[in-house]
């Protein structure tokens, strides 16, 4: 066999370990979970999640995951915490600790602190014999599998389960309370993930090429190339758009061009979107269409365009 062989067989039956590791977990959530997700929707503060080496990793990521997802949480470190940083744990507030083994020394003093201050607690480990499940008011217990490194010593599936364990309680949270991805992109304005959640709102431009109908060609060129969108919308006496006038009008329109009105080359009833739609739809209809430009329209009053979306606004933030 050789070394690329050796890998790839290696890096497989980690994978497909933990795959099954994960299918175990699916079959093993019960009412203990529930509970979980009903103690963390009562709670009037804030989740504070801890632990120790790699499930300290994992708690971080789970904190963050929780916090962006509408639980206020925050990470705090258990060694920390026996130097000063309980005094960020309160009342009214959960902890969730997490120790594969639920032996982890450092999380004496944060447990202790809970129960004398009668502070929930939800305990995650994989030994329902352990300390830390024995003082916890509930139980997430994930199957005690082995790690995938064959001797047990290099968190691997433990940590992937606790991984999917948190992912599950941030999710489940997140579709009770009915968050939105205008509530997610509240949290993630930035990068690609926030252009992504971007709304036809954020990137619109508000200063509109428009002009009434009657409008001689001559006129309306003018307007046209002052925006530089390429386009230019018709509106009627109510200030509502009736017409649009793209370059391909202009081409389909080239003989007497300048003689005409803008009822006579624009485009009637144009494509629309609405101001709180996703800037991922506006692109998508853009492509589709093959069109570079739409004016935004609230479909629930019709009234005058709000804004204009162009392509290279959508381009320009990491979108198309």
């Given amino acids: 066999m050789t070394d690329t062989e050796a890998f790839l067989r290696t890096a497989r039956q980690v994978v497909t370990d933990e795959a099954r590791a994960l299918d ?26 801890s632990g120790i080496g790699k499930s300290g990793h994992i708690g971080h990521k789970i904190a963050a995951t929780l916090a962006s997802t509408g639980t206020p949480a925050y990470f705090v470190h258990p060694a920390e915490a026996s130097h000063g940083d309980l005094g960020m744990v309160s009342k009214g507030d959960v902890v969730l600790a997490i120790s594969n083994s639920g032996e982890a020394p450092e999380l004496v003093n944060l447990l202790a602190f809970t129960r004398r201050f009668s502070i929930p607690l939800i305990g995650l480990s994989s030994k329902p014999e ?24 290099v968190p691997s599936i433990s940590t992937t389960l606790t991984l999917a364990m948190g ?11 009915d968050f939105k991805p205008e509530d997610f992109r509240a949290f993630h304005p930035g990068g690609k993930l926030g252009a992504q959640l971007s709304t036809v709102r954020d990137l619109m431009h508000a200063d509109l090429p428009v002009v009434p109908e009657g409008t001689p060609m001559s006129e309306a060129l003018l307007v046209m190339s002052q925006k530089s969108f390429g386009v230019v919308g018709v ?26 009105t803008t009822e006579e080359v624009m485009t009637r009833n144009p494509l629309t979107i609405a101001p709180n739609a996703m800037a991922e739809e506006a692109v998508a209809i853009m492509n589709d269409r093959k069109i570079t430009s739409l004016f935004v329209v609230d479909p629930d009053t019709q009234g005058p365009a709000q804004g204009l979306l162009h392509i290279h606004d959508c381009l320009r933030v990491g979108l198309g």
């Fill in 167 to 177: 992912d599950a309680l941030a999710i489940a949270l997140m579709k009770y309370r």
């Fill in 130 to 153: 352990s300390t830390l499940m024995k003082q916890a008011d509930v139980h997430l217990l994930i199957p005690s599998m082995g790690e995938a490194c064959g001797f047990g010593m």
């Fill in 235 to 260: 509106t009627d006496e109510a200030g509502r758009l009736i017409g649009i006038v793209t370059d391909g009008d202009l081409r389909r329109n080239m003989d007497g061009l300048l003689n005409k």
């Fill in 24 to 49: 175990v977990l699916a079959d093993s959530l019960d009412e203990h979970f529930a509970e979980a997700v009903q103690l963390i929707l009562q709670a009037p503060g804030r989740i504070i999640i």
